[in-house]
């Protein structure tokens, strides 16, 4: 996946908030996952991947509808907006432990 800046979690939060609050961690999970396979498939071709775009969060979280960008004020933006860092977090320490 490609380097995870601010945007990227903003776009994949705003997924999430669209997405019905049971279903959020496993989208989260399996949009970066999309991301992986997109930049594998970038890094490979050349090319975009078909489905999931260039390989950043950002790309793999456009895929679907987006709630309009709320401030930090809003509870469930926060909630999304941890569940996508924690969710990094938790990839990085898994890395780092293969």
Same mark, same amino acid.
Do not use: W
């Given at each position: 996946?490609?380097?995870?800046?601010?945007?990227?979690?903003?776009?994949?939060?705003?997924?999430?908030?669209?997405?019905?609050?049971?279903?959020?961690?496993?989208?989260?999970?399996?949009?970066?996952?999309?991301?992986?396979?997109?930049?594998?498939?970038?890094?490979?071709?050349?090319?975009?991947?078909?489905?999931?775009?260039?390989?950043?969060?950002? *790309?793999?979280?456009?895929?679907?509808?987006?709630?309009?960008?709320?401030?930090?004020?809003?509870?469930?933006?926060?909630?999304?907006?941890?569940?996508?860092?924690? *969710?990094?977090?938790?990839?990085?320490?898994?890395?780092?432990?293969?």
């Amino acid at each position: 996946m490609r380097p995870v800046l601010h945007g990227d979690v903003s776009a994949a939060a705003r997924a999430l908030l669209h997405a019905p609050a049971g279903t959020r961690r496993s989208l989260c999970r399996r949009m970066l996952s999309e991301a992986e396979m997109a930049d594998a498939h970038v890094r490979a071709t050349g090319r975009l991947h078909p489905l999931f775009g260039n390989g950043s969060l950002m *790309a793999a979280a456009r895929k679907r509808v987006l709630a309009d960008e709320p401030g930090f004020d809003d509870p469930g933006y926060c909630r999304c907006f941890e569940i996508v860092l924690s *969710a990094l977090i938790d990839r990085q320490i898994s890395r780092a432990r293969n």
